[in-house]
């Protein structure tokens, strides 16, 4: 029973070009969602992350955006450069006590020169 | 360096043996989370522990698995008698405060590659 899902298991882009990352929910009790961003052998490195009040969240390249009502969430990354290949997390967390984060199992983002 | 510290980054262990987990939170940091991955898999949460206290093990396996957080020293993950399934990588992540919104950012420390033979 996957709570959160990332339907595509692998991503190729063009260096240069916008990179467009998904995410499915089921919970609705969901308030908080965070990408992380994996090289092979090291640990998930915090990207960007949105509250369920907002709809959008921009950093620099990394922009995540939120449908509730889709309950759906994508990170765009505009440009993409080869140093962004990597596994692409995407998390959700229900506030309050409960400290665990949900991932989905992950896309593989190659981003070609 | 002030990340998340875990050691050691690959442990081999044989069938029956104990695997002993550290991880040191970031500096400032009282929230320690362990996680497990498989291969091909997302992270999958196992424990949540403040200084001295198990606040979620919902995803802690009954039998054979432990963890503390002692008030000095860093936080420990424990496998009793290891079976080949427990072979995966296992991170640990700290946060500066009480899950829920902007301060639930956990960050995660390199892993620990646990093989069991």
């Known amino acids: 029973d996957q709570q959160v899902k990332q339907n595509s298991p692998s991503l190729s882009v063009q260096e240069g070009r916008i990179s467009i990352l998904n995410c499915d929910y089921t919970?609705?009790?969901?308030?908080?969602f965070l990408w992380y961003k994996k090289y092979p052998a090291e640990g998930p490195t915090f990207l960007i992350s949105?509250?369920?009040?907002?709809d959008k969240n921009e950093d620099g390249r990394f922009t995540v955006f939120l449908n509730k009502s889709a309950k759906h969430l994508s990170l765009h990354i505009v440009p993409s450069q080869p140093g962004d290949s990597a596994v692409y997390f995407c998390?959700?967390?229900?506030?309050?006590?409960?400290?665990?984060?949900?991932f989905g199992k992950g896309t593989k983002l190659s981003v070609k020169p | 360096n002030a990340g998340v510290m875990q050691n050691p980054r690959h442990l081999v262990r044989r069938r029956g043996q104990e695997a002993r987990l550290r991880c040191s939170p970031m500096k400032g940091h009282s929230h320690v989370y362990w996680y497990r991955q498989l291969p091909e898999e997302g992270l999958k949460f196992m424990v949540y522990l403040q200084k001295e206290n198990i606040i979620d093990e919902s995803g802690m396996p009954k039998e054979r698995f432990s963890a503390e957080f002692p008030k000095e020293g860093p936080s420990i993950l424990r496998i009793q008698q290891v079976v080949r399934g427990d072979s995966a990588a296992y991170f640990c992540?700290?946060?500066?405060?009480?899950?829920?919104?902007?301060?639930?950012?956990?960050?995660f420390g390199a892993g620990t590659r646990l093989s069991v033979l």
């Open positions: 949105i509250s369920s009040i907002k």
């Open positions: 998390a959700a967390s229900v506030g309050g006590s409960q400290g665990n984060l949900i």
């Open positions: 992540a700290s946060s500066a405060g009480s899950p829920g919104g902007s301060k639930n950012i956990q960050y």
């Open positions: 919970n609705s009790m969901f308030d908080y």
